[in-house]
């Protein structure tokens, strides 16, 4: 066709959009448009994903959805994409191009037939008059500033000033300009007319140069009277000028004003530094002052002693523990006979480390160093769980004020969410950024100690930015005596979103970026929507976003897509990492807001259950919680405990009634109790994040809502400078893979490839297209890469220390479209070794799950850069060898966790720091036994079947599915089956809309938590095998016995180890070493060989959406589909025997993330265990337990020199094994790590350990 399609102003869609045209659908709703449309031909055109301007053209075909890009060229014709060398045919619109398509023959895989038109939504009114919302929402305040920081005043009248200049301009052109050209053809050498316009264009320009020349002339006399003396000339001379000269006497002064600006602080400076030479040194600003001092905190403790030493004694032990953050000192008191005192004062670096007791929350062991390498331990009991928080918060202050580090390893961060109803909020607002009221808060010992940032959230804020912004301040520097810094405001109508800094941070931050997204009525009224901030802190990505979701109790799928929308369209972070939504941009992004979902029971059992401080039944009925439960929003993201009433909706004035009832026009209105304020967060894998307090207030009484409040202890990375330079070719880290796998949700069978995207790459790196891909069901599709196929990756930097701090960002993409079909997130600090490790992660696209992925890297680091340290947070450990676990809601959670660090890593660490634990002797690293065999033996059936080959984890709402309609009657659940309990699914909970459960024969799972922190158990029955237990991939081995809640982010938490195949499990009668203690005791005894070809994979429960049947997990039609993949999986496979059903039940309110990691498990940091008896007469020494490694010798290389194998000394100390108790423990694979290649050195090196161990038990 001819003609100019984009000259013209064309629009590319015609007079109208057509049906079938669907305007931001996604891809994978168009796959299931056409799924249900389910006639070959069926199509439809969406935007393009990957492309701004671009469509997809999306065609069905045998069951298979075929894409093609539909692009425009420079001069806006659009022209289906085609292979190289074929002439495109160039269409001007939309509708002229899909008639070409209408006639057969025309190059694609079938001829349109059948256009699938869009589902036309009634305009939705977003108003909810239950809510007291008006009949029309609120006008944008006049103020609002949306993208700068508070202090910039915008004039209200520049906006009329722009359009009087717009006039002028306009007048001159069209009259004035003609009088010029004739003066000019008549001779004339200047325009006057012109002249005049420019004059009047300039005229508020001129006045605002004069106010500020004047300005300028106070600093000028008092730092540069030279200066001062041509400003107060120039300014006379402007008065006395005039007309023709006017415009002149501007450029003059621009000129003048542009050099007094450059030059003056230089100017000022010298003058100041000329007067600090003759003057006494004065007070330094406000601003660079620190924070009060910390008072000295005493706290009141019991030693902890057993049974046998407390009858010795008589009597518990009782101490004071003083700790004085500003002298980094603690003091360990104690009181004797005659009221004497006795007194003992270590020194910051003296304490060694911080052990927190899992089973007892009120109970914390202390490791002290003694002498030299020499380390005791005293446990001891608080006065409660807060306090024994708080005591472990100022020595953590303590440690990090007097580190010799430049940059910190840990900050602290305040996060806040208030409504404030229209209305201006009251003087004090002390208890909100105190965090002082209701729920989870922090003890009064540690509430005034400042926060490094302070996030602040609000709705229905009608105060202009600049007022409420120096209002947060203010407060804050009454509370902290500190003067905050601003460094970005946000604002969306009446949703605005601050954060201030402590002074001596400001320059840590880098990279602000600010967005907001209109969700209100047809997604063009601000009154609804979101606010975001990103930027860098240091090395350490943050995104927070503040949002107001539609209201209405039964707007569930309204407030769903409002999120979807915001996640979407909300522009943060590093624009090269727009293939990934915003939850995957961040290292950690906090999301908080009013997200105004309720709860779905009778208001007067809520009621009922409110006065009697019973939450519980009523989370479970939380709208926000149930839409988790079926992954509709907040994929894998984090949410603290809540122990606190529902912060709406309240009579104003006070806090003691809920105001249920509205009369309006409409009719009576009901507005129930609810949760809607709420705080999550969604961190990269392997990052330190832990939340100290998660409430509300209780005097904050102007708001039918109430504030709340979370504080997060956050892991951050400095600006790494390697000491060492860039590396030689020698000394360049690699990050190479062995293979990847992936099913991706997807009725298309083109090619894909995969982007790899970090900040430790100097650019994206793209792998080669898939070399395998099969399929057993149409709605999937199994992908896979192998070496060749894949690209190694060359970090920037190579040391160690740099590399377990990044993370590598992953993209499945296809080839016909270049879109996303998937993104995850991997941790490189697991992946560090010389051999190499698994991953096994989900896929996610706009936040729904799309799949999954898995393979086999590794990431080689040079010795030379192997030098690590420990981080702050590492500081404190959890003890896990602690039988049992404790009943109820747990709310502690580990602070470290090393179970991902290679044991090279950190072992130096384990034997400097001499940790010690509760029960009596020195553990000999259990952990080591649980490593897992990287090496799968040649002819492994699991490599070749397993349960990819069935990828049928989801079933696209609406459409039949093919494989469950062919599964035969024997595979589903029945009464009679051999095992009738693991048929059984849980029942119901209260409140919970259920449907007939499709469940296959094993056992249901209750969901697995969102990330690693306390979650309630929805369901109060199933088999706990994946939470509990353990597995073997491949022919990994692995042991039980882990952290439990750990807060260090295991990848991935949602997905549990394959099930446990009874004839791997194997009792254990004598093991060589002392053996971890997991949660459930009936598999404390469990050992697990390694893999055998007769106990395959079965890894289609790690495959599971986040749930079994439990309830709201049936809720739609895509949940039921994972107990069909283990269904479709066993049957593969039907000698693989039976999962043994001995595992108990999770207690309900424990956290669920105890399963082991599905592809490795690393040592956990477990405190050693030694019996450390009080320092009396009749008590046993400091340290005098017996070693579970006694080693003649009295050091490695002493032991080596007797074996004559002296030469592999540097290799091991450099390893970290340089402490004889932990060299029982030493495997194959570390030895090989350390240097020691040969065989036969090996088998002399492991004898002798043997031989010494046993002598030891004699």
């Not at 254990?1068 to 050992?1087: N, T």
Request: include cysteine.
């Amino acid at each position: 066709m001819a003609g100019g399609g984009g000259g013209g102003g064309v629009c590319p869609l015609g007079p109208a959009p057509p049906m079938w045209y669907h305007r931001d659908l996604s891809r994978a709703a168009a796959e299931e448009q056409l799924a249900r449309a389910g006639r070959d031909g069926s199509f439809l055109v969406r935007d393009s994903e990957s492309v701004n301007g671009a469509y997809a053209l999306c065609v069905l075909f045998q069951k298979h959805v075929h894409t093609y890009r539909i692009l425009p060229d420079e001069d806006g014709f659009l022209a289906v994409q085609t292979s190289q060398g074929v002439q495109p045919k160039r269409f001007k619109t939309l509708p002229e191009l899909v008639l070409l398509y209408l006639q057969p023959s025309q190059g694609l895989v079938t001829t349109l037939l059948y256009a699938v038109d869009r589902e036309e939504m009634a305009v939705s009114d977003d108003r909810d008059y239950s809510d007291g919302e008006d009949e029309k929402p609120p006008l944008p305040p006049r103020s609002a500033s949306t993208s700068t920081p508070p202090g910039a005043d915008t004039p209200t009248d520049s906006a009329p000033a722009a359009n009087g200049l717009s006039t002028i301009s306009h007048e001159y052109l069209k009259g004035s300009y003609a009088l010029d050209l004739e003066a000019v053809k008549q001779g004339a050498c200047a325009l006057p007319h012109l002249n005049k316009t420019l004059v009047a264009s300039c005229k508020r320009l001129n006045g605002e140069v004069d106010k500020v020349l004047s300005g300028l002339e106070i600093l000028s006399k008092v730092f540069d009277q030279q200066s001062a003396f041509m400003v107060s000339k120039m300014i006379q001379q402007s008065v006395n000028h005039g007309g023709d000269q006017e415009l002149e006497n501007l450029v003059t002064k621009l000129a003048i004003l542009k050099d007094l600006l450059s030059s003056i602080e230089k100017k000022a400076l010298k003058a100041l530094q000329d007067m600090s030479l003759s003057s006494p040194c004065s007070l330094p600003p406000l601003s660079m002052r620190h924070s009060k001092a910390i008072p000295v905190q005493a706290f009141e403790v019991k030693l902890d002693v057993y049974l046998a030493e407390l009858t010795k004694i008589g009597k518990s032990q009782k101490y004071t523990l003083s700790v004085d953050v500003e002298g980094g000192r603690l003091v360990v008191m104690k009181k004797v006979k005659d009221s004497q005192e006795d007194w003992t004062t270590f020194t910051h670096d003296k304490i060694r480390q911080l052990i927190k007791s899992q089973r007892v929350q009120n109970k914390l062991g202390i490791v002290f160093e003694k002498e030299k390498d020499k380390s005791q331990r005293k446990d001891f009991i608080f006065a409660s769980a807060k306090k024994r928080e708080a005591f472990c918060q100022l020595l953590q202050l303590m440690k990090n004020k007097h580190s010799n580090q430049d940059e910190p390893d840990m900050i602290s961060i305040f996060i806040g969410s208030w409504n404030m109803g229209s209305v201006p909020a009251p003087k004090s607002q002390a208890s909100w950024v105190l965090c002082r009221g209701l729920g989870k808060t922090l003890d009064e010992m540690t509430v005034t100690i400042p926060h490094d940032l302070y996030v602040f959230g609000s709705q229905e804020n009608s105060v202009c930015d600049r007022e409420w912004v120096e209002s947060l301040r203010a407060m804050l520097k009454e509370q902290t005596e500190l003067d905050y810094k601003p460094i970005a405001v946000q604002t969306l109508w009446n949703i605005k979103i601050a954060v201030l800094v402590k002074p001596e941070h400001e320059n840590r931050i880098s990279h602000v970026g600010m967005s907001s997204v209109k969700t209100g009525i047809a997604n063009t009224l601000g009154n609804k929507g979101a606010v975001g901030v990103s930027f860098m802190f240091n090395g350490t990505s943050f995104g927070f976003v503040n949002c107001h979701l539609t209201s209405g109790n039964e707007k569930i799928a309204r407030r769903n897509q409002n999120y979807l929308d915001i996640l979407r369209l909300l522009s943060l972070g590093d624009k090269q990492l727009s293939s990934f939504d915003i939850s995957l941009r961040f290292t950690h992004l906090f999301w908080l807001g009013d997200l105004n979902y309720r709860l779905d029971m009778d208001i007067q059992e809520i009621l009922n259950y409110i006065n009697r401080k019973e939450f519980d039944p009523l989370l479970k009925v939380d709208q926000l919680n149930l839409e988790r439960e079926k992954n509709k929003v907040f994929l894998r993201f984090a949410e603290e405990e809540i122990s606190f009433p529902p912060t709406y909706r309240y009579e104003r004035g006070s806090r003691d009634t809920y105001v249920w009832q509205k009369q309006k026009a409409t009719g009576m209105r009901t507005n129930v109790p609810s949760w809607c304020d709420r705080i999550l967060w969604k961190s990269y894998p392997e990052t330190h994040i832990v939340c100290n307090s998660y409430g509300c207030t209780d005097d904050i009484v102007t708001s039918d809502h109430s504030p709340v409040f979370g504080t997060f202890e956050v892991g951050v990375t400095s600006q790494f400078v390697s000491k060492k330079g860039l590396p030689k070719s020698s000394e360049q880290a690699y990050i190479e893979f062995e293979s990847i796998e992936a099913i991706v949700k997807t009725a298309s069978r083109t090619k894909f490839f995969i982007e790899f995207y970090s900040t430790c790459l100097e650019e994206f790196k793209k792998s080669y297209e898939n070399d395998s891909q099969s399929s057993d069901n149409v709605n999937f599709l199994r992908v896979g890469w192998s070496n060749k196929q894949l690209t190694t990756l060359k970090p920037l930097l190579s040391e160690i220390e740099y590399l377990q701090d990044q993370h590598l960002l992953l993209t499945v993409k296809s080839l016909d479209g270049y879109e996303s079909y998937g993104e995850c997130v991997l941790a490189l600090k697991s992946m560090i070794g010389s051999t190499a490790q698994q991953f096994h992660t989900y896929l996610s696209h706009r936040g729904e799950e799309t799949g999954n992925i898995r393979g086999s890297m590794r990431v080689r680091v040079p010795s030379e850069r192997m030098g690590t340290r420990e981080r702050l947070y590492e500081w404190i450990s959890v003890d896990k060898d602690e039988t049992g676990g404790p009943k109820g809601k747990s709310t502690l959670v580990s602070r470290v966790g090393h179970e991902y660090v290679k044991p090279s890593v950190v072992r130096k660490q384990l034997g400097e720091l001499g940790k010690v634990s509760e029960e009596g002797e020195r553990s000999s690293k259990e952990e080591t036994a649980a490593r897992p065999k990287q090496d799968v033996p040649d002819g492994d059936p699991s490599i070749c079947k397993n349960s990819y080959n069935n990828p049928a984890y989801y079933i696209l709402e609406g459409v039949p599915n093919q494989s469950a309609a062919a599964l035969s009657p024997e595979l589903l659940p029945s009464p009679t089956s051999a095992n009738p309990q693991l048929a059984k699914a849980p029942p119901p909970s209260a409140g919970a809309r259920t449907k007939p459960p499709f469940v296959a024969s094993g056992p249901s799972h209750p969901r697995r938590p969102m990330a690693g922190h306390p979650v309630r158990a929805i369901s109060e029955e199933g088999s706990s095998e994946d939470d509990g237990g353990a597995c073997g991939t491949g022919a990994q081995g692995v042991g039980v016995g882990t952290t439990v809640g750990s807060t260090l982010n295991r990848p991935p938490p949602d997905f549990p180890p394959p099930p446990l195949p009874k004839g791997a499990l194997e009792m254990v009668a004598e093991a060589p070493f002392s053996k971890p203690r997991p949660l459930y005791p009936d598999l404390a005894e469990v050992r697990i060989p390694a893999a055998s070809p007769a106990a395959p994979l079965a890894l289609g429960e790690g495959f599971r959406r986040g749930g079994g049947v439990g309830p709201g997990a049936l809720d739609d039609q895509s949940c039921s589909v994972l107990q069909m993949a283990k269904t479709l999986s066993e049957s593969e496979f039907p000698g693989q025997p039976p999962r043994a059903p001995s595992a108990p039940p999770p207690v309900r309110g424990q956290p669920m993330g105890l399963g082991l990691d599905p592809c490795r498990t690393f040592p956990p940091r477990n405190a050693i265990t030694e019996s450390i008896a009080e320092d009396m007469p009749e008590e046993a020494l400091w340290g005098s337990s017996s070693s579970s490694l006694s080693v003649g010798e009295s050091s490695v290389g002493e032991w080596l020199q007797r074996l004559g194998l002296e030469r592999y000394e540097q290799g091991l100390l450099h390893n970290g094994w340089d402490d004889l108790e932990f060299l029982s423990d030493i495997t194959e694979e570390d030895l090989e790590e350390a240097g020691v290649l040969d065989p036969a050195h090996k088998r002399i090196l492991l004898e002798s350990l043997r031989q010494q161990q046993q002598q030891q038990q004699k």
